[in-house]
């Protein structure tokens, strides 16, 4: 038993964090018209300009934890693939199987979220942040776009076999591809750790479900946020929150210690991002009409935008919102309470919840909507394809596939988000793992596609007017 579970742990290893949940009462607050700006902390000063500079160095050329491959990983994965022979274009097939994006900096070939670094002193491969938090539309790749076609279950399975070292993977990493288990990740492997991050010898359930389906939100939209995470559990100004992906089995206590200031570059630069624009034509007097249209339905909740744009930072409660409640029950009071005694809940104050870095909520937080149409799918579970479902809650599709690529003729610039193929019939039991993941089954736990129906009443001119106003975030 006990070497069962040694293997497990130094297996798989880490990949993230989060958390979020955790007491207080309110529910909104109003972003003021200094923090408006971000000038306080976000982009002022040529002291700001090269933490924001230092922090992208960080994020795209530090390993901070050790790797999980060897590098022949990577050169052999096709060969669990069931071909015969290599493909052709190798680099490309990889990055598709996988859902993975070509980096825009220098990474040794390899692509965004993978990189090379060492275990035990030699060479090896690793992830990093931007496996979930790189993403890419048209053939651009962007930092701070969430992955929106990763299959980590499959990246990290195959890529243990190709090494010759299979591994069961601890809980499920992705049920829907595209989505996977941040927060699992952080209640796993904290259950590893004791309050000042050395190891235990056995491990302790914080409450670890597999189901949230969580759908990564975009970087740049931190800025305007006083909150992190989809409940809005987590105060935008902690540092140590960013850290939890380094719960790597071989992080010593004083390898967090040693990153905290890279981390604290790396929120200056995750501060200074900005959408990418709507690459298509706009029809403007169209766009107008929708504004109009935003006002009244839609600006209470999710702010108003522009040079004088104003932010609620609301959440929203479960009843209320009525999305799938999995994710908000992912991360419960025993995770938030050995977080709150940890080295990651200890950090200094200045909290904008009375003292507490984190929180619990009674529900989802309304995103800023900036850069909207380059996010699809929609909801926290990624469970609505386009702008247009999302609005019109009756043409949901019940079950979808799509193509998990981001080329022009992927994309639907009419319903804003991705061209998609209603599925009929629930998935056979007997298609591969790699296969049913790319089937979104709404039905299945986590998946739900309910609620957010604030869009039901609307004309459908109306409807059209405002997606034409959201093109314009
Ligand atoms: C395995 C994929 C994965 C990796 C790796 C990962 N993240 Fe995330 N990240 C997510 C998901 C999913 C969420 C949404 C979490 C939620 O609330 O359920 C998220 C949320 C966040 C948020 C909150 C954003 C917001 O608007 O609330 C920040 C900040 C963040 N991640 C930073 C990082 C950093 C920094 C790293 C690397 C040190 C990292 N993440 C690594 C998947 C990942
Ligand atoms: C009562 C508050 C409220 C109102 C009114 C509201 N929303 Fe939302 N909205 C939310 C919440 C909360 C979420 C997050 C729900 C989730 O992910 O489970 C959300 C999510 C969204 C998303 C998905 C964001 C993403 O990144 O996936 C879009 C798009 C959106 N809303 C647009 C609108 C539009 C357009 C309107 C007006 C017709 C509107 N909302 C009205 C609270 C609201």
């Not at 071909?83 to 859902?99: D, H, Q």
């Not at 902690?238 to 929120?267: G, W, Y």
């Not at 932010?311 to 991360?331: C, F, M, Q, W």
Request: charged content about 20%.
């Amino acid at each position: 038993m006990r070497r069962r579970t040694a293997t497990l742990v130094w297996g798989i290893g880490t990949v993230t964090l989060l958390l979020s949940g955790v007491w207080a009462d309110d529910h909104s607050f109003t972003v003021t018209a200094d923090e408006r700006t971000g000038k306080g902390e976000g982009t002022g000063g040529s002291a700001v300009t090269s933490a924001v500079q230092r922090g992208y160095h960080a994020l795209t050329q530090r390993a901070f934890i050790p790797g999980f491959w060897t590098p022949r990983a990577v050169e052999r994965a096709w060969q669990v693939w069931g071909l015969a022979e290599k493909p052709t274009n190798y680099a490309a097939a990889f990055r598709e199987r996988y859902g993975l994006h070509p980096a825009p900096y220098p990474n040794d070939g390899l692509p965004m979220g993978l990189r090379t670094t060492q275990i035990f002193g030699r060479p090896a491969i690793g992830i990093d942040c931007l496996l979930c938090h790189g993403g890419s539309l048209f053939g651009t790749s962007y930092v701070g776009l969430g992955n929106q076609t990763l299959d980590i279950e499959a990246l990290f399975e195959e890529l243990f076999r190709a090494d010759g070292r299979p591994v069961r993977l601890p809980f499920t990493f992705c049920n829907a591809r595209g989505t996977n288990e941040a927060d699992a990740f952080g209640v796993y492997l904290l259950g590893w750790r004791n309050p000042d991050l050395s190891l235990r010898s056995d491990w302790q359930n914080l409450g670890l479900r597999d189901t949230s389906c969580a759908d990564v939100p975009a970087w740049w939209l931190m800025k305007k946020k006083q909150t992190l995470y989809y409940t809005g559990g987590m105060d935008r100004h902690s540092v140590r929150t960013l850290m939890q992906f380094m719960m790597h089995p071989l992080t010593t206590p004083q390898d967090f210690h040693r990153a905290e200031p890279a981390f604290r570059d790396i929120q200056q630069y995750l501060l200074s991002l900005e959408p990418p624009k709507y690459p298509f034509p706009i029809d403007r007097a169209k766009a107008r009409r929708g504004e109009a249209v935003f006002r009244q339905h839609c600006a209470r909740c999710h702010g108003t935008y522009g040079a004088e744009w104003t932010y609620p930072n609301k959440v929203i409660p479960l009843e209320e919102i009525g999305t799938d409640p999995s994710r908000h029950a992912a991360v419960g009071l025993a995770y938030g309470e050995a977080y709150a005694r940890s080295w990651f809940g200890q950090e200094p104050d200045g909290w904008l919840f009375r003292g507490k870095p984190l929180r619990w909520t009674d529900g989802y937080q309304a995103p800023p909507l900036d850069g909207i149409w380059a996010t699809a799918p929609y909801l926290h579970n990624g469970s609505v394809p386009t702008l247009y479902h999302l609005l019109k809650s009756s043409e949901r599709p019940r079950r979808f596939t799509r193509s998990f690529r981001t080329e022009r003729n992927d994309y639907d610039p009419i319903r804003v988000g991705w061209k998609f193929i209603e599925v009929t019939q629930p998935p056979s039991p007997d298609l591969p793992p790699i296969e049913r993941r790319k089937i979104y089954d709404t039905t299945l736990p986590g998946r739900s596609n309910a609620g957010h129906t604030y869009g039901d009443l609307l004309s459908e001119e109306q409807r059209w007017d405002l997606i034409e106003y959201l093109k314009t975030l």
